[in-house]
């Protein structure tokens, strides 16, 4: 496999993965009684937010290696 | 009274720019349709921040995480987050065709590729008569604002700011709608910042508000949320949604033409989830903190878009004008930039003999006629108690994403064939229908899900079975 193509291979292997981190199944219920809420908000949220920022490293890093110019 | 001076200062700062770009427009179509393109990172990153958040971000939002939850905030911020890698996917290939063909609109590129004006048209009128609907969104949301700030029933509100839009929309071209888009976006984010500060003190702080509004409705604080909304199925269609939805957008489409260089794509690309993290939580908390006010009995079922109007108004009085005309800035951005290429393709596509005026200036008209029709579907065929989340999400959204995988096909495959894209297409909205009235069962899922899939299906099965025409 080409230089080229494990790039765009991991880099749709990593879009992949975020999308499917953002299926937070496990969170679905939440917050019970029993979960903490932080500054009065359920955890899911910051996770949402942190996945969210996460996006931007992502298309931080497809900009400056897989998205070439057009020369 | 200063909401009034506000917006008069507001219109004059919009007609001023539009008169100003139309002053360095040159009167060529690439100009006045693309501004030459010409924008620069700056320009292009807040015209499509501008541009893809609408009355929808201020009301709709604020209304449905009333109703639904804070997973209103999960289907919208990291949905439309992740869509940008579609400027890269979409975007950077649109871009260099638009360059090397001179294409303008999103059907020309899609009809000329396989040298199809069939093709080309039937994408122009998917477009167009989804497009229509979520204008008239954006008057309706002018209205429900105006009518909240000066008790004028919203249909005459809505009427006069698409009367104003039309105006600087026909001076300035995509100049004066990315210069205005700038603008606008700034405010729309200054407001909604101050706007979610200034309540959050005024309820005793951020964790107040949040435990107020928890203590009120804990239903609201988790997922499935309020009304069993945010089923697993919901919220993998929402998230799905987004990245086949968004770019298939004219306006949003049309603006990967107007960059400068890829390094301005680039740049969207990278700062859009940055925006979205935050300008997203705000409307979605607004909403939610309302159940914990005396607010909470006064807002009727089907009048929840008017929740962020009612709590800025009585949590954060001294900046309410100011707040208000944010939102006015986030649905004229929207609607100019509608109005902009909904005129654009049906001038440039539409295949008629156009000798005695100049494609811009029958651009210019069409705006008129659009301004006309959209005015027409508020006064008479809007049913406000869907919200504006259900009118949209009915009509615009599904519709538009079956055009996404056509794209793609047009953009990356070689194999695919005219005939392929446009019974992708043709199957793909009647099955929009089909699921989304129950004729087929959706399992949960949105209409839209399955028929993208459908199109996906039908695309390239029929595109295998048929021939491409040599040389295209």
């Not at chain 2, 979205?276 to 908390?285: H, R």
């Amino acid at each position: 496999m080409e230089e080229k193509q494990k790039i765009t291979v991991f880099g749709f292997i990593v879009f992949l993965a975020l999308f499917i981190l953002s299926m937070d199944l496990w969170g679905w219920g939440q917050p019970t009684s029993a979960d903490p809420l932080i500054l009065g908000l359920p955890i899911w949220i910051y996770y949402l937010i942190f996945l969210t920022l996460a996006t931007f490293v992502f298309f931080l890093i497809i900009a400056k290696n897989v998205w070439r110019d057009e020369k | 009274m200063i909401f009034l001076a506000l917006v008069i200062i507001y219109f004059a700062v919009l007609l001023s720019l539009g008169y100003f770009a139309h002053r360095i427009t040159k009167k060529t179509p690439q100009d006045y349709f693309l501004a030459n393109r010409s924008f620069g990172p700056m320009i292009l990153f807040f015209t499509l921040i501008a541009t893809n958040f609408s009355a929808f971000t201020f009301l709709g939002f604020a209304g449905s995480s009333y109703k639904y939850g804070l997973g209103q905030y999960g289907i919208m911020g990291f949905g439309t987050a992740i869509m940008a890698i579609m400027f890269y996917v979409i975007g950077r290939k649109v871009w260099r065709f638009g360059k090397e063909k001179d294409y303008i609109t999103p059907p020309e590129l899609i009809g000329k590729q396989l040298d199809s004006n069939g093709l080309r048209m039937l994408f122009m009128s998917v477009m167009v008569i989804f497009t229509i609907p979520y204008l008239a969104t954006q008057a309706i949301g002018a209205g429900i604002l105006i009518e909240n700030m000066t008790g004028i029933v919203w249909q005459v509100g809505a009427v006069a700011t698409m009367i104003v839009i039309m105006f600087y929309v026909i001076s300035g071209g995509m100049r004066g709608s990315g210069w205005t888009d700038v603008i606008q976006g700034i405010i729309m984010i200054v407001a909604l910042t101050l706007a979610v500060i200034f309540i959050s003190v005024s309820l005793g702080g951020f964790e107040s508000a949040n435990t107020a509004a928890y203590a009120a409705k804990p239903e609201l604080f988790t997922r499935p949320g309020g009304n069993d909304f945010f089923i697993p199925q919901i919220w993998f269609s929402f998230m799905f949604l987004w990245i086949f939805a968004d770019p298939m957008f004219p306006q949003i489409f049309s603006r990967f033409y107007t960059a400068k260089n890829e390094k301005s794509l680039k740049t969207a690309m990278v700062f859009y989830p940055i925006v979205v993290s935050f300008l997203f939580l705000f409307p979605v908390l607004i909403g939610v903190w309302a159940h914990g006010t005396p607010l909470a009995g006064e807002i009727s079922s089907g009048r929840e878009d008017s929740v962020l109007p009612m709590m800025v108004e009585t949590y954060a009085t001294p900046i309410y004008s100011f707040v208000m005309i944010g939102a006015l800035a986030a649905l004229m951005s929207t609607a100019d930039s509608q109005l902009l290429s909904l005129s654009t393709m049906l001038s440039r596509d539409i295949p008629f003999k156009k000798k005695r005026f100049s494609e811009i200036n029958i651009g210019k008209i069409l705006v008129v006629v659009l301004t006309f029709f959209a005015i027409v579907f508020v006064v008479m065929g809007y049913d406000p108690s869907t919200g504006i989340m259900g009118t949209l999400v009915k009509t615009t959204f599904s519709g538009l994403a079956v055009l996404c995988p056509t794209t793609i096909a047009v953009l990356y495959w070689k194999k695919v064939t005219k005939w392929g894209c446009i019974a992708s297409i043709i199957v793909g909205e009647i099955s929009v229908f089909l699921f989304q009235y129950n004729v087929l069962p959706s399992f949960g899922f949105l209409a839209a899900i399955w028929a993208v899939l459908i199109s996906i299906i039908i695309l390239v099965i029929v595109s295998l079975f048929t021939k491409k025409r040599e040389g295209v």
